[in-house]
C-alpha cells in the first residue's frame, strides 16, 4: 500500500522572549526547512538549526 508524501508542519507562538523552538519532527538540515513569521519567509541568518531547533537570533514578540 502506496502512503502519500506528507509536508510536517508545526506552529509556535512567540512570547517575546524564547529563542529556540522544537521541531516535533524529524530534519536533518536547515536547506528542507521554511520559517515563517507571520506568514512571511525568515532567511538566513536570522536563524540557524540544531538537535531538531530552530533558534533565533532575537525572539519573535509577543503574538508572532
Request: charged content about 20%; overall charge negative.
Amino acid at each position: 500500500m502506496a502512503v502519500p508524501e506528507q509536508v510536517p508542519y508545526i506552529e509556535h507562538i512567540g512570547n517575546g522572549v524564547s529563542k529556540q523552538f522544537s521541531l516535533g519532527f524529524d530534519c536533518d538540515t536547515k536547506d528542507r526547512l521554511i520559517v515563517r513569521i507571520n506568514d512571511t519567509a525568515v532567511y538566513f541568518p536570522k536563524w540557524s538549526f540544531s538537535n531538531g531547533f530552530v533558534i533565533f537570533q532575537e525572539a519573535p514578540v509577543v503574538g508572532d
